[in-house]
């Protein structure tokens, strides 16, 4: 069955550092893969996706994901962190034969220490 | 474009009591879904319609909970009768077209059952 582990419940990380959320997969196929980011109190938002192509996917707020399909994961990177990222991150699969339903993970909660 | 718009934004009632909760997905998309997310169970979809027809119905909790989409800009959630543990975050996403597009979530309904 496919799954979407995310290991971290909670990261913490001082403004300015770098930040790496991870997020392991387990599907059959090519996955579209999704980051999502929700801020306290408000729905989800997407922040990049990956479909095929280039496995380095740009999105928004400066956030980056690289798909790497040996390892089955597409983590969330962040050269440089900002108070205001401060948030809970979701990653989720869609599978073709599903019509595409996400599979979500359990999210990791960033902190952002002054 | 006004979003996935969700209504009431917080409902409280007391067990037992019918709780309606309404979504107006974005023009022009023609798949809807039902979330509900707690801190136990995280994020889990209910329901997912494609053109106004319940394709996936098989998160839904119970037989006290129904969904239903007259038409492609509007669609409710209703639980009768509520119970405690059915207070949650409830969103509604939809998203256009077929394939791994991605889904726009809003900004969900907190509801408490006392």
Not at chain 2, 83 to 90: C, G, L, M, N, Q
């Amino acid at each position: 069955a496919q799954s979407v582990t995310q290991p971290d419940i909670h990261i913490t990380v001082s403004e300015g550092a770098s930040l790496e959320l991870r997020c392991n997969y387990s599907y059959g196929a090519t996955p579209y893969l999704f980051w999502y980011v929700q801020s306290p109190g408000q729905g989800l938002q997407l922040l990049l996706k990956y479909f095929s192509g280039d496995t380095l996917v740009q999105g928004i707020k400066g956030f980056e994901a690289e798909f790497k399909r040996s390892q089955s994961s597409f983590n969330l990177r962040k050269p440089s962190v900002h108070w205001s990222d401060a948030a809970e991150y979701f990653c989720a699969v869609g599978a073709s034969y599903s019509n595409y339903q996400l599979i979500w993970g359990a999210g990791t909660k960033l902190i952002i220490k002054p | 474009d006004a979003g996935v718009i969700q209504s009431p934004r917080h409902e409280v009632t007391e067990m037992g009591q019918e709780v309606t909760l309404r979504c107006k997905p974005i023009s022009g998309h023609n798949s809807l879904f039902w979330y509900r997310q707690t801190m136990m169970r995280g994020l889990e979809l209910l329901i997912y319609f494609n053109n106004n027809v319940p394709i996936d119905d098989s998160g839904m909790p119970e037989d006290r909970f129904s969904a239903k989409m007259p038409n492609a800009s509007f669609s409710t959630l209703k639980i009768q009768p509520s119970e405690p543990r059915d207070s949650a975050v409830y969103f509604c996403a939809s998203r256009s077209g077929q394939g791994g597009n991605e889904q726009f979530f809003g900004p969900g309904t907190r509801l408490t059952v006392l």
